[in-house]
């Protein structure tokens, strides 16, 4: 409920704002008593939009109740005795009025600009031309890092046909090739039947066939997640010890 005590010396209001366009808008805006109506109309207007000419104001108590139309623009909000809590609803009385349609609310109404894909990539500076030239520096800085024998030595104990474990999972197989893949970089790889399918292919990368497996069985790996040594096929029934 509005309460109607009163602070000695407060000749202020604090009043609820709806509007008749804007049904997600509310306000709590504070009001001097003194100020007539056509002044609350001039603060209500900075608000939300409806200029004074158009704008009709009504007065509600926290009861929902409408008390009155606040209709005389030269008394005093104090004239009709509004109490904190109580609200004033604006109503627009013009049919264009910016906020009429919608559209101050639902961004759906608004025309969005949209370029085709053709038109976009003629474009410069835009952040896709950022990212390409960004992943083209760095891919060309990691490239050049790396020499055409990058991880060779480790390559010297491992041989083709020989049992492997691979990191990271422990993933057991048998080594299927050993030397240079330029489709995937600089340096030397190792490819990997897995024992299951574990992998990520036949043996073939991107159009070159480095060696022959089962579907999803086979991967390229650097030398360093391999090791070579006594690593035979897990038996998938094999229980653990109790």
């Known amino acids: 409920m509005a309460s109607r005590l009163q602070i000695e010396g407060d000749d202020s209001v604090l009043l609820r704002v709806s509007h008749s366009n804007l049904k997600n808008f ?3 805006v ?4 003194q100020m007539n109506v056509e002044a609350v109309k001039d603060k209500l207007w900075k608000k939300c939009g409806t200029s004074l000419n158009s704008m009709r104001l009504e007065l509600y108590d926290d009861c929902k ?3 009155c139309d606040l209709s005389d623009d030269s008394r005093p909000l104090g004239f009709y005795s509004p109490l904190d809590g109580f609200r004033i609803h604006v109503i627009d009385l013009d049919p264009s009025s910016v906020t009429s349609g919608g559209w101050l609310e639902d ?3 608004v025309e969005k600009y949209s370029i085709s894909e053709e038109e976009y990539n ?3 500076g835009t952040f896709r ?3 390409e030239k960004m992943a083209s520096q760095n891919s060309s800085a990691f490239t ?3 020499s055409d024998n990058y991880m060779e030595e ?3 104990t491992i041989k083709v046909e020989e049992r492997c474990e691979v990191e990271p999972g422990e993933k057991r197989g048998v080594v299927k090739y050993v030397g240079r893949a330029e489709a995937l970089g600089p340096g030397f790889w190792i490819g990997v039947q897995y024992d299951e399918p574990l992998g990520k292919h036949d043996g073939m990368v991107k159009g070159t066939r480095y060696f022959q497996c089962p579907p999803l069985c086979g991967a390229m790996v650097r030398p360093d997640k391999v090791k070579v040594g006594d690593y035979p096929e897990r038996d998938p029934f094999e229980e653990d010890e109790i």
């Open 30 to 33: 504070r009001f001097s008593l």
């Open 129 to 131: 031309k950022f990212k």
């Open 122 to 124: 003629k474009r410069s």
């Open 144 to 146: 050049n890092k790396m």
């Open 154 to 156: 480790l390559c010297a």
């Open 26 to 28: 509310a306000a709590d």
């Open 65 to 67: 109740n409408k008390l």
């Open 107 to 109: 961004t759906s109404l």
